[in-house]
């Protein structure tokens, strides 16, 4: 079994920065493709970002392009999320995710896709 736990989350003024972290443990070697999703209040979750650990594919939703980076340490089993320029837009509950599957564009963007979740971390930026 795999287990997620983000960090990292907190209160950022409008266009700052954080980097979330989320620190994978068990049978992390199974997992082909992790990710970052995010659920606001009252909203539904949405796809973030995505990166293969076989390739370091990456894939973002359009909103996050340019601003957000998805990157990974698999010596370390850390997955990291660097989120510049942050917009108010962006306050949410941020949620790592990994699977087994291997890395499908039209795939890796539904929640259904992955076996394993985190916990979640909070992220509020103030306008």
């Known amino acids: 079994q795999v287990q997620l736990v983000e960090s990292g989350g907190g209160l950022v003024q409008a266009g700052g920065s954080l980097r979330l972290s989320c620190a994978a443990s068990g049978r992390t070697g199974s997992m082909i493709v992790m990710a970052w999703f995010r659920q606001a209040p009252g909203k539904e979750r949405e796809f973030v970002t995505a990166?293969?650990?076989?390739?370091?594919?990456?894939y973002y939703v359009d909103s996050v392009k340019g601003r957000f980076t998805i990157s990974g340490d698999n010596a370390k089993n850390t997955l990291y999320l660097q989120m510049n320029s942050l917009k108010p837009e962006d306050t949410a509950v941020y949620y790592c995710a990994a699977t087994r599957r291997e890395f499908l564009r039209t795939r890796v963007v539904t929640s259904d896709y992955y076996d394993v979740w985190g916990q979640g971390t909070q992220v509020t930026v103030s306008s």
């Open positions: 990166i293969s650990r076989r390739s370091s594919t990456t």
